[in-house]
Protein backbone atom coordinates (compact mmCIF):
# COMPACT_ATOMS: atom_id res chain seq x y z
CA UNK A 1 0.00 0.00 0.00
CA UNK A 2 1.42 3.21 -0.95
CA UNK A 3 1.16 6.42 0.47
CA UNK A 4 0.91 8.16 -2.87
CA UNK A 5 -2.18 10.33 -2.80
CA UNK A 6 -3.06 9.55 0.84
CA UNK A 7 -3.78 12.29 3.42
CA UNK A 8 -2.47 12.32 6.87
CA UNK A 9 -3.44 14.13 9.98
CA UNK A 10 -0.18 14.09 12.04
CA UNK A 11 -0.93 14.65 15.85
CA UNK A 12 2.03 16.17 17.77
CA UNK A 13 2.04 16.66 22.08
CA UNK A 14 4.29 18.15 24.36
CA UNK A 15 7.13 15.71 24.16
CA UNK A 16 10.40 16.60 23.77
CA UNK A 17 10.55 13.61 20.32
CA UNK A 18 8.17 16.28 19.07
CA UNK A 19 11.37 17.45 17.44
CA UNK A 20 11.84 14.63 15.20
CA UNK A 21 8.12 15.22 13.79
CA UNK A 22 9.20 18.00 10.67
CA UNK A 23 11.30 14.88 9.70
CA UNK A 24 8.09 12.88 9.36
CA UNK A 25 6.21 14.72 7.82
CA UNK A 26 8.74 15.36 5.28
CA UNK A 27 9.16 11.53 4.39
CA UNK A 28 5.28 11.04 4.05
CA UNK A 29 5.21 14.60 1.08
CA UNK A 30 8.34 12.84 -0.19
CA UNK A 31 6.28 9.81 -0.83
CA UNK A 32 3.48 11.72 -2.35
CA UNK A 33 1.20 11.82 0.72
CA UNK A 34 -0.50 15.55 1.49
CA UNK A 35 -0.03 15.99 5.14
CA UNK A 36 -1.89 18.50 7.92
CA UNK A 37 -0.71 18.83 11.29
CA UNK A 38 -2.38 19.21 14.50
CA UNK A 39 -0.60 20.01 17.87
CA UNK A 40 -0.85 20.87 21.25
CA UNK A 41 0.12 24.50 22.84
CA UNK A 42 3.17 22.20 24.80
CA UNK A 43 4.20 20.94 21.29
CA UNK A 44 5.29 24.19 19.85
CA UNK A 45 7.61 24.56 23.29
CA UNK A 46 9.72 21.97 21.02
CA UNK A 47 9.13 22.79 17.31
CA UNK A 48 7.23 26.07 15.73
CA UNK A 49 4.20 26.66 13.91
CA UNK A 50 6.48 27.60 11.07
CA UNK A 51 8.46 24.77 10.71
CA UNK A 52 5.68 22.46 10.44
CA UNK A 53 4.10 24.64 8.42
CA UNK A 54 6.47 24.86 5.47
CA UNK A 55 7.28 21.14 5.58
CA UNK A 56 3.80 20.16 5.65
CA UNK A 57 2.61 23.27 3.41
CA UNK A 58 -0.34 23.48 5.00
CA UNK A 59 -1.48 25.99 8.06
CA UNK A 60 -1.63 24.26 11.45
CA UNK A 61 -4.16 23.57 13.83
CA UNK A 62 -3.18 24.25 17.20
CA UNK A 63 -5.96 26.53 18.86
CA UNK A 64 -9.44 25.67 19.19
CA UNK A 65 -10.75 28.95 18.84
CA UNK A 66 -7.91 30.87 16.53
CA UNK A 67 -9.50 33.10 14.52
CA UNK A 68 -7.55 31.70 11.42
CA UNK A 69 -8.85 28.58 11.69
CA UNK A 70 -9.61 27.40 8.05
CA UNK A 71 -13.04 26.08 9.48
CA UNK A 72 -15.27 26.67 12.76
CA UNK A 73 -14.89 23.31 13.57
CA UNK A 74 -11.31 22.77 12.06
CA UNK A 75 -11.39 18.94 14.98
CA UNK A 76 -14.09 17.90 12.36
CA UNK A 77 -13.14 19.05 9.11
CA UNK A 78 -10.01 17.34 9.50
CA UNK A 79 -11.05 13.58 10.68
CA UNK A 80 -13.28 13.89 7.41
CA UNK A 81 -10.62 15.15 5.11
CA UNK A 82 -7.65 12.28 6.37
CA UNK A 83 -7.40 8.89 5.00
CA UNK A 84 -5.27 8.02 8.46
CA UNK A 85 -4.09 9.75 11.52
CA UNK A 86 -0.76 9.17 13.71
CA UNK A 87 -0.02 11.02 16.91
CA UNK A 88 3.60 11.40 17.58
CA UNK A 89 4.64 11.50 20.28
CA UNK A 90 1.94 10.56 22.08
CA UNK A 91 2.60 11.62 25.84
CA UNK A 92 1.60 10.46 29.09
CA UNK A 93 -1.29 12.87 29.40
CA UNK A 94 -2.67 12.73 25.90
CA UNK A 95 -2.93 8.69 26.45
CA UNK A 96 -4.81 9.38 29.61
CA UNK A 97 -7.29 12.13 28.19
CA UNK A 98 -7.52 9.17 25.50
CA UNK A 99 -8.58 6.58 27.09
CA UNK A 100 -11.33 8.75 29.12
CA UNK A 101 -12.30 10.64 26.35
CA UNK A 102 -11.47 13.96 27.62
CA UNK A 103 -11.25 16.73 24.32
CA UNK A 104 -10.24 19.89 25.88
CA UNK A 105 -7.32 21.38 22.88
CA UNK A 106 -6.90 21.10 19.26
CA UNK A 107 -5.10 18.01 19.03
CA UNK A 108 -7.57 15.57 21.63
CA UNK A 109 -10.46 17.54 19.71
CA UNK A 110 -9.20 16.28 16.79
CA UNK A 111 -8.29 12.79 17.94
CA UNK A 112 -12.30 12.28 19.62
CA UNK A 113 -13.41 12.79 16.58
CA UNK A 114 -11.37 10.87 14.64
CA UNK A 115 -10.68 7.71 16.49
CA UNK A 116 -13.84 5.74 15.64
CA UNK A 117 -14.03 6.53 12.31
CA UNK A 118 -10.68 6.59 10.64
CA UNK A 119 -7.51 4.18 11.11
CA UNK A 120 -5.00 5.96 13.60
CA UNK A 121 -1.51 4.69 14.74
CA UNK A 122 -0.18 6.07 18.14
CA UNK A 123 3.44 6.46 18.63
CA UNK A 124 4.10 6.65 22.57
CA UNK A 125 6.61 8.25 24.01
CA UNK A 126 7.90 9.50 27.56
CA UNK A 127 10.41 8.63 30.26
CA UNK A 128 10.44 5.07 31.08
CA UNK A 129 8.76 5.74 34.57
CA UNK A 130 5.88 7.47 33.12
CA UNK A 131 5.57 4.26 30.54
CA UNK A 132 5.46 2.12 33.90
CA UNK A 133 3.18 4.14 35.70
CA UNK A 134 -0.30 1.69 36.15
CA UNK A 135 -2.43 4.90 34.72
CA UNK A 136 -0.70 5.12 31.81
CA UNK A 137 -0.67 1.52 30.85
CA UNK A 138 -4.40 1.24 32.05
CA UNK A 139 -4.71 3.99 29.35
CA UNK A 140 -2.78 1.76 26.95
CA UNK A 141 -4.74 -1.34 27.07
CA UNK A 142 -7.67 0.78 26.71
CA UNK A 143 -6.37 2.51 23.61
CA UNK A 144 -5.45 -0.74 22.23
CA UNK A 145 -8.94 -2.57 22.25
CA UNK A 146 -10.90 0.39 19.84
CA UNK A 147 -10.77 -1.71 16.37
CA UNK A 148 -9.04 1.42 14.39
CA UNK A 149 -6.27 2.24 16.64
CA UNK A 150 -3.05 1.07 16.65
CA UNK A 151 -0.67 1.26 19.32
CA UNK A 152 3.28 0.80 18.90
CA UNK A 153 5.21 -0.33 21.58
CA UNK A 154 7.95 2.32 22.33
CA UNK A 155 11.74 1.86 21.61
CA UNK A 156 14.38 1.59 24.62
CA UNK A 157 17.31 3.42 24.53
CA UNK A 158 18.51 6.59 26.05
CA UNK A 159 16.07 9.22 27.55
CA UNK A 160 16.02 12.81 27.33
CA UNK A 161 16.23 12.39 31.32
CA UNK A 162 20.06 11.02 30.76
CA UNK A 163 18.64 7.48 31.70
CA UNK A 164 18.44 4.68 29.46
CA UNK A 165 14.84 2.86 29.31
CA UNK A 166 11.42 2.08 27.28
CA UNK A 167 9.91 5.10 26.01
CA UNK A 168 11.50 6.64 23.32
CA UNK A 169 9.97 6.91 20.00
CA UNK A 170 9.90 4.62 17.29
CA UNK A 171 11.93 5.96 14.48
CA UNK A 172 10.72 7.77 11.57
CA UNK A 173 11.03 4.70 9.14
CA UNK A 174 8.90 2.67 11.81
CA UNK A 175 6.79 5.79 12.01
CA UNK A 176 5.87 5.43 8.14
CA UNK A 177 5.45 1.91 8.10
CA UNK A 178 2.75 1.85 11.00
CA UNK A 179 1.00 4.41 8.74
CA UNK A 180 0.97 1.71 5.76
CA UNK A 181 0.20 -0.96 7.78
CA UNK A 182 -2.72 0.88 9.07
CA UNK A 183 -4.17 1.45 5.27
CA UNK A 184 -3.84 -1.79 4.25
CA UNK A 185 -6.51 -3.66 4.11
CA UNK A 186 -5.73 -7.16 6.04
CA UNK A 187 -6.45 -9.59 3.05
CA UNK A 188 -4.33 -11.69 4.14
CA UNK A 189 -5.00 -12.25 8.35
CA UNK A 190 -4.97 -15.30 9.72
CA UNK A 191 -2.08 -16.49 7.36
CA UNK A 192 1.61 -18.17 8.13
CA UNK A 193 3.76 -17.12 5.32
CA UNK A 194 7.37 -17.88 5.09
CA UNK A 195 9.97 -15.70 3.15
CA UNK A 196 13.82 -16.27 3.12
CA UNK A 197 15.70 -13.03 2.42
CA UNK A 198 19.75 -12.29 1.38
CA UNK A 199 22.61 -14.46 0.15
CA UNK A 200 24.46 -17.19 2.08
CA UNK A 201 27.90 -17.63 3.47
CA UNK A 202 29.82 -20.81 2.83
CA UNK A 203 32.80 -21.42 5.13
CA UNK A 204 36.62 -21.78 3.19
CA UNK A 205 37.64 -21.01 6.86
CA UNK A 206 36.90 -19.46 10.25
CA UNK A 207 37.44 -15.78 8.71
CA UNK A 208 36.73 -16.23 5.01
CA UNK A 209 33.52 -17.33 3.03
CA UNK A 210 32.09 -18.08 -0.24
CA UNK A 211 28.85 -15.78 -0.80
CA UNK A 212 27.31 -13.55 -3.41
CA UNK A 213 25.61 -9.61 -3.94
CA UNK A 214 22.63 -10.35 -2.35
CA UNK A 215 20.98 -7.67 0.16
CA UNK A 216 18.05 -8.74 1.42
CA UNK A 217 16.05 -5.72 -0.19
CA UNK A 218 13.55 -7.95 -2.19
CA UNK A 219 12.89 -10.50 0.51
CA UNK A 220 12.36 -7.65 3.22
CA UNK A 221 9.79 -5.84 0.74
CA UNK A 222 8.40 -8.88 0.64
CA UNK A 223 8.17 -9.67 4.39
CA UNK A 224 6.85 -6.06 5.02
CA UNK A 225 4.47 -6.30 2.47
CA UNK A 226 2.54 -9.21 3.63
CA UNK A 227 2.70 -8.10 7.72
CA UNK A 228 0.98 -5.29 6.76
CA UNK A 229 -1.95 -7.08 5.07
CA UNK A 230 -2.32 -8.88 8.28
CA UNK A 231 -0.20 -12.34 7.79
CA UNK A 232 2.72 -13.70 10.47
CA UNK A 233 5.91 -13.87 8.81
CA UNK A 234 8.32 -16.15 9.38
CA UNK A 235 11.80 -14.12 7.52
CA UNK A 236 14.53 -17.07 7.37
CA UNK A 237 17.70 -14.31 7.11
CA UNK A 238 21.03 -14.83 5.21
CA UNK A 239 23.54 -12.39 4.81
CA UNK A 240 21.56 -9.21 4.53
CA UNK A 241 22.57 -5.27 4.31
CA UNK A 242 19.05 -3.86 4.49
CA UNK A 243 16.81 -2.19 6.66
CA UNK A 244 13.92 -3.84 8.24
CA UNK A 245 10.96 -2.11 9.65
CA UNK A 246 8.72 -3.74 11.60
CA UNK A 247 6.57 -1.75 13.71
CA UNK A 248 3.83 -4.07 15.45
CA UNK A 249 6.58 -7.59 15.64
CA UNK A 250 4.26 -9.51 12.51
CA UNK A 251 7.90 -10.32 11.00
CA UNK A 252 9.91 -12.70 13.20
CA UNK A 253 13.62 -13.11 11.98
CA UNK A 254 15.59 -15.80 11.63
CA UNK A 255 19.13 -16.02 11.13
CA UNK A 256 20.96 -18.21 9.07
CA UNK A 257 24.19 -17.14 7.39
CA UNK A 258 25.11 -20.76 5.63
CA UNK A 259 22.78 -22.53 3.38
CA UNK A 260 22.43 -25.60 5.47
CA UNK A 261 21.17 -23.35 8.09
CA UNK A 262 19.09 -21.98 5.85
CA UNK A 263 18.11 -25.33 5.09
CA UNK A 264 17.28 -26.46 8.44
CA UNK A 265 15.41 -23.21 9.60
CA UNK A 266 12.92 -23.72 6.58
CA UNK A 267 12.17 -27.13 6.84
CA UNK A 268 11.40 -27.09 10.34
CA UNK A 269 8.71 -24.28 10.19
CA UNK A 270 7.31 -24.90 7.18
CA UNK A 271 4.66 -27.67 8.30
CA UNK A 272 2.80 -24.45 9.95
CA UNK A 273 3.12 -22.47 6.94
CA UNK A 274 0.22 -21.69 4.59
CA UNK A 275 2.74 -20.35 2.53
CA UNK A 276 6.83 -20.03 1.01
CA UNK A 277 7.96 -17.24 -0.99
CA UNK A 278 12.01 -17.98 -1.50
CA UNK A 279 13.32 -15.22 -2.50
CA UNK A 280 16.88 -15.31 -0.46
CA UNK A 281 20.07 -16.05 -2.84
CA UNK A 282 20.87 -19.49 -1.27
CA UNK A 283 24.62 -21.14 -2.31
CA UNK A 284 24.51 -24.16 -4.73
CA UNK A 285 27.62 -25.18 -4.08
CA UNK A 286 29.54 -25.13 -0.37
CA UNK A 287 33.62 -25.88 0.47
CA UNK A 288 33.72 -29.89 0.82
CA UNK A 289 35.69 -29.62 3.80
CA UNK A 290 36.07 -26.16 5.91
CA UNK A 291 39.71 -25.55 6.92
CA UNK A 292 39.85 -25.63 11.19
CA UNK A 293 42.08 -23.16 11.47
CA UNK A 294 42.81 -19.95 8.34
CA UNK A 295 44.73 -20.76 5.46
CA UNK A 296 47.86 -19.32 5.74
CA UNK A 297 49.59 -17.93 1.93
CA UNK A 298 52.83 -18.67 3.64
CA UNK A 299 51.45 -22.75 3.58
CA UNK A 300 51.10 -22.10 -0.36
CA UNK A 301 54.94 -23.56 -1.87
CA UNK A 302 56.92 -21.21 -3.61
CA UNK A 303 56.35 -24.08 -7.03
CA UNK A 304 52.52 -23.22 -6.70
CA UNK A 305 50.54 -20.51 -8.49
CA UNK A 306 47.36 -21.28 -7.25
CA UNK A 307 44.99 -23.18 -5.04
CA UNK A 308 42.33 -25.75 -5.33
CA UNK A 309 38.93 -25.31 -3.51
CA UNK A 310 36.83 -28.71 -3.55
CA UNK A 311 33.09 -28.36 -3.56
CA UNK A 312 29.54 -29.86 -2.83
CA UNK A 313 26.35 -29.09 -3.60
CA UNK A 314 24.19 -27.73 -0.73
CA UNK A 315 20.55 -29.02 0.16
CA UNK A 316 17.84 -27.50 -2.31
CA UNK A 317 15.49 -25.84 -0.47
CA UNK A 318 12.74 -25.02 -2.60
CA UNK A 319 12.56 -29.40 -3.95
CA UNK A 320 12.45 -30.07 0.00
CA UNK A 321 9.46 -28.18 0.10
CA UNK A 322 8.41 -28.45 -3.02
CA UNK A 323 8.20 -32.20 -2.14
CA UNK A 324 6.69 -32.14 1.03
CA UNK A 325 4.23 -29.36 -0.10
CA UNK A 326 0.61 -29.95 1.00
CA UNK A 327 -2.32 -29.35 -1.54
CA UNK A 328 -3.06 -26.33 0.79
CA UNK A 329 -0.05 -24.68 1.13
CA UNK A 330 1.57 -22.31 -1.80
CA UNK A 331 5.42 -22.46 -2.71
CA UNK A 332 6.38 -19.33 -4.63
CA UNK A 333 10.40 -19.03 -5.77
CA UNK A 334 12.87 -16.59 -7.75
CA UNK A 335 14.90 -17.06 -10.47
CA UNK A 336 17.36 -14.99 -11.28
CA UNK A 337 18.84 -15.29 -14.43
CA UNK A 338 21.69 -14.29 -17.22
CA UNK A 339 20.43 -16.22 -20.18
CA UNK A 340 17.57 -18.05 -21.83
CA UNK A 341 15.77 -16.63 -18.50
CA UNK A 342 12.28 -18.03 -19.21
CA UNK A 343 13.04 -21.43 -20.25
CA UNK A 344 15.05 -21.78 -17.12
CA UNK A 345 12.95 -20.41 -14.73
CA UNK A 346 10.04 -22.91 -16.40
CA UNK A 347 12.70 -26.13 -15.79
CA UNK A 348 13.15 -24.65 -12.23
CA UNK A 349 9.80 -24.55 -11.45
CA UNK A 350 8.76 -27.84 -12.76
CA UNK A 351 11.67 -29.66 -11.47
CA UNK A 352 10.93 -27.74 -7.91
CA UNK A 353 7.22 -28.61 -7.32
CA UNK A 354 6.59 -24.61 -7.06
CA UNK A 355 3.62 -23.33 -7.50
CA UNK A 356 4.93 -19.64 -9.08
CA UNK A 357 8.24 -19.11 -9.93
CA UNK A 358 9.14 -14.87 -9.98
CA UNK A 359 11.76 -14.11 -12.57
CA UNK A 360 14.08 -11.54 -12.76
CA UNK A 361 17.36 -10.86 -15.17
CA UNK A 362 20.75 -9.09 -14.53
CA UNK A 363 20.42 -7.96 -18.39
CA UNK A 364 17.09 -5.87 -17.40
CA UNK A 365 18.59 -2.62 -16.14
CA UNK A 366 17.37 -1.57 -12.63
CA UNK A 367 17.19 -5.13 -11.79
CA UNK A 368 19.19 -7.27 -9.69
CA UNK A 369 21.26 -7.37 -6.67
CA UNK A 370 21.76 -4.51 -4.14
CA UNK A 371 19.00 -2.01 -6.21
CA UNK A 372 15.66 -0.13 -4.81
CA UNK A 373 14.27 -1.30 -8.22
CA UNK A 374 13.18 -4.68 -9.69
CA UNK A 375 11.88 -5.67 -12.96
CA UNK A 376 10.07 -9.10 -12.64
CA UNK A 377 7.64 -11.80 -14.60
CA UNK A 378 5.71 -13.77 -12.79
CA UNK A 379 5.17 -17.18 -14.49
CA UNK A 380 2.59 -19.81 -12.54
CA UNK A 381 1.88 -23.42 -13.35
CA UNK A 382 -1.05 -22.96 -14.75
CA UNK A 383 0.73 -20.81 -17.56
CA UNK A 384 -0.37 -17.62 -16.64
CA UNK A 385 2.08 -14.76 -17.18
CA UNK A 386 2.40 -11.58 -15.43
CA UNK A 387 5.06 -9.24 -16.24
CA UNK A 388 5.90 -6.60 -14.18
CA UNK A 389 7.71 -3.06 -15.35
CA UNK A 390 10.34 -1.42 -13.74
CA UNK A 391 9.42 0.10 -10.24
CA UNK A 392 10.87 0.18 -6.82
CA UNK A 393 10.80 -3.34 -4.80
CA UNK A 394 8.31 -2.10 -2.67
CA UNK A 395 5.84 -1.62 -5.06
CA UNK A 396 7.01 -4.89 -6.95
CA UNK A 397 6.05 -7.04 -3.91
CA UNK A 398 2.86 -5.08 -3.66
CA UNK A 399 1.73 -6.42 -7.13
CA UNK A 400 3.27 -9.91 -6.46
CA UNK A 401 1.17 -10.62 -3.75
CA UNK A 402 -1.93 -8.72 -5.57
CA UNK A 403 -1.31 -11.36 -8.42
CA UNK A 404 -0.87 -14.26 -6.09
CA UNK A 405 -2.95 -13.49 -3.26
CA UNK A 406 -6.20 -11.64 -3.92
Request: charged fraction near 20%; aromatic fraction near 4%; hydrophobic fraction near 40%.
Amino acid sequence: MSLCNKRIVVGISGGIAAYKIPELIRSLVKAGAEVRVTTTQNALQFVTELTLQTVSGSRVYSDVFAAINEHATEHISLPEWCDAMIVAPATANVLGKMASGIADDALTTTIASCVARKPMVIAPAMNDKMWENPATQAAIRTIRSWENVRVLEPAEGPLACGTTGKGRMPEIDELQEALEYALTPQTMSGQQVLITAGGTQEPIDPVRFISNYSTGKMGFALAQACARRGAEVTLVCGSVSAHLANPFGRIHRIDALSAQAMYEACTQVWPQMNSAILCAAVADFTPASPAAEKIKKSAISNQQSAISLSLKETADIARSLGETKRPDQKLIGFALETNDEKKNALHKLERKHLDTIILNSLRDKGAGFGTDTNVVTILQADGTVTALPLQSKALISEEILRVLFS
